[in-house]
């Protein structure tokens, strides 16, 4: 009996926390509730067992929204995939420098080049998946779309500013053209403000 009146009483607690949009905390108080030593716990350790949990879901909530207006080509392409073995002269070490997101906040430019079925767009996917991770909006665009949009008018930007972050990280590559005279390049800083890196093919 006593233990199903605790169940009645936390009842009227995780509706109201469901209602307020709490639903990381309301998921964590019934299975802190539930626990056997719950009783072992202080309200600040379960203040912020509830606030972890919270926090967390509504990361993964923003996350999952912003790879979903994303439109990635490789929706499942990332950063902790990329086969550095592959010889396409990728640098690990600038590949994994340009993962932490500082040029994302300098707002500087990303260039990927390379031959043709490199796998530019792969690599330009799984960098766009990873601004998304630091908390940045990102768009999916090819080439011909994003000369589209940047030859809109003010006021056309200006109207479809609502549907379009004004903080969009286009992350886009172009997979035709000619192949370049060298089989392989390197990743290299082409300028003060513009970043270059050679394409890496998906894992197999």
Known sequence: MKERNIVMLIHPT???MQALGLAGMAAAYRQLAEQDNAADLSRDEWLGLMLDRETAMRADRRLTNRLATAKLRFIDACIEDIDFAARRGLDRRNTLQLAQGAWLKAHENLIITGLTGTGKTWLAC???RQAAR??????????PRLFEVVAWPVSTVASRASSISSR?????SSTTGAPTPSTTSSASISSKSSKSATGANPPS
Not at 135 to 141: G, I, Q, T
């Open 14 to 16: 995780i509706d109201e």
């Open 126 to 128: 799984a960098l766009g």
């Open 134 to 143: 630091l908390d940045h909006s990102v768009l999916y665009l090819r080439m």
């Open 168 to 172: 969009v990280s286009s992350c886009s």
